[in-house]
C-alpha cells in the first residue's frame, strides 16, 4: 500500500473533512502527501527572530492593520505520518514591512494537534528592501532539530528578484471573503 492510498484511507475514516475557513468561506485541505515528498526544505532564520514568542494561534491584535488571511496546514514526516506536538513558530512584518523587535506583536508559536495540524490567523506581511512577501517559521518534531524555514506567496512581482526565495516554499493562495486562505504541509524527516 503507497502512502497516498494510506491517506486516502485514513481520510474516509476521518469524522469530518478538515477545511479552512475565513468567515465561513472555506479552501479545500492541501492535497495529501505524495510517495516520494521531500523535506521542506530550510531557509535562513534573519535577523528579526526573538525567542520565546506567546502561545497562540492568532497573531491579529487590536490595532493591526492588514489583510486579514488563515494559513493551514500539517507537520508531516517523509512517510505522510502526522506529527502530534510538533511546534510551530511563525514571525513576519507587518502590512509595512516592519518587524517588531521589541515585543512580540505579529509572532507566536503553537503546537500540532493528533492529525498533526496547525491553523494561524494572521494578516498579510508587508514588503521590505530587498525580500518579497513571506513568513518565517521554525518547526521541530518533539525532541527532534529544528527545521527553520520561509513561507511565499505565488504571483507576487518581487519573487524573482529575491535571492532567498524558494519556489518549493509556495503557499496555495486564495481570496475568500474577508481576507486571504493559504495552506502549506511540512515535510519533516522521519
Same mark, same amino acid.
Given at each position: 500500500?503507497?502512502?497516498?492510498?494510506?491517506?486516502? +484511507?485514513?481520510?474516509?475514516?476521518?469524522?469530518?473533512?478538515?477545511?479552512?475557513?475565513?468567515?465561513?468561506?472555506?479552501?479545500?485541505?492541501?492535497?495529501?502527501?505524495?510517495?516520494?515528498?521531500?523535506?521542506?526544505?530550510?531557509?535562513?532564520?534573519?535577523?528579526?527572530?526573538?525567542?520565546?514568542?506567546?502561545?497562540?494561534?492568532? +497573531?491579529?491584535?487590536?490595532?493591526?492593520?492588514?489583510?486579514?488571511?488563515?494559513?493551514?496546514?500539517?507537520?508531516?514526516?517523509?512517510?505522510?505520518?502526522?506529527?502530534?506536538?510538533?511546534?510551530?513558530?511563525?514571525?513576519?512584518?507587518?502590512?509595512?514591512?516592519?518587524?517588531?523587535?521589541?515585543?512580540?506583536?505579529?509572532?507566536?508559536?503553537?503546537?500540532?494537534?493528533?492529525?498533526?495540524?496547525?491553523?494561524?490567523?494572521?494578516?498579510?506581511?508587508?514588503?521590505?528592501?530587498?525580500?518579497?512577501?513571506?513568513?518565517?517559521?521554525?518547526?521541530?518534531?518533539?525532541?527532534?532539530?529544528?527545521?527553520?524555514?520561509?513561507?511565499?506567496?505565488?504571483?507576487?512581482?518581487?519573487?524573482?528578484?529575491?535571492?532567498?526565495?524558494?519556489?518549493?516554499?509556495?503557499?496555495?493562495?486564495?481570496?475568500?471573503?474577508?481576507?486571504?486562505?493559504?495552506?502549506?504541509?511540512?515535510?519533516?524527516?522521519?
Amino acid at each position: 500500500m503507497t502512502r497516498r492510498i494510506f491517506l486516502r +484511507l485514513l481520510a474516509l475514516l476521518a469524522p469530518a473533512p478538515f477545511v479552512l475557513a475565513v468567515n465561513e468561506q472555506a479552501l479545500a485541505a492541501t492535497p495529501p502527501c505524495d510517495d516520494g515528498d521531500d523535506v521542506t526544505p530550510a531557509q535562513t532564520t534573519g535577523p528579526f527572530y526573538t525567542p520565546d514568542s506567546p502561545e497562540r494561534t492568532s +497573531l491579529r491584535e487590536p490595532g493591526i492593520a492588514g489583510t486579514p488571511i488563515v494559513v493551514s496546514g500539517s507537520v508531516l514526516t517523509t512517510g505522510c505520518r502526522p506529527v502530534e506536538g510538533a511546534l510551530v513558530d511563525f514571525w513576519h512584518a507587518d502590512d509595512r514591512g516592519v518587524y517588531d523587535n521589541a515585543g512580540y506583536k505579529l509572532r507566536g508559536h503553537q503546537f500540532t494537534d493528533a492529525q498533526g495540524r496547525y491553523t494561524l490567523k494572521t494578516i498579510v506581511p508587508g514588503v521590505y528592501a530587498g525580500r518579497t512577501r513571506h513568513f518565517h517559521v521554525k518547526v521541530q518534531a518533539p525532541h527532534r532539530p529544528v527545521l527553520t524555514t520561509q513561507l511565499y506567496f505565488p504571483g507576487e512581482p518581487r519573487n524573482a528578484r529575491d535571492g532567498l526565495f524558494d519556489s518549493s516554499l509556495l503557499m496555495e493562495v486564495q481570496s475568500v471573503a474577508g481576507g486571504k486562505a493559504a495552506s502549506f504541509d511540512f515535510v519533516l524527516p522521519a
